[in-house]
């Protein structure tokens, strides 16, 4: 099992735009079948370094890697790097 961790900081002005990437990238899973498992959090503190983060689970790297290359993927993905300032990731096995 591959643990896939991204954190986003969005530009300011852009929460609504934010809003709706999030909902989008909820809405892949039970919809790209290599997602196990997915959750989504939006800082609550204000003032975080991040302004929300992507926790999910695949079988292996391959299920990862289809999944980033799945057109549903690709096309949520298009809207974030429209409004992101930055975006750090870690995948990593589970044991």
């Not at 290599?34 to 929300?52: L, M, P, T």
């Not at 809207?79 to 995948?91: G, H, N, P, Q, S």
């Amino acid at each position: 099992m591959i643990k896939h961790v991204v954190m986003w900081k969005f530009r300011q002005g852009t929460e609504e735009e934010m809003g709706e990437f999030l909902s989008r990238l909820g809405g892949l899973y039970g919809v790209i079948p290599q997602i196990k498992a997915q959750e989504i959090g939006v800082d609550c503190a204000g003032g975080g370094n991040y302004s929300a983060v992507l926790t999910s689970v695949f079988e292996s790297i391959e299920d990862l890697n289809a999944y980033k290359s799945d057109p549903r993927h690709v096309e949520v993905s298009a809207l974030c790097k429209a409004i992101r300032e930055d975006r750090v990731a870690v995948d990593y096995p589970l044991d």
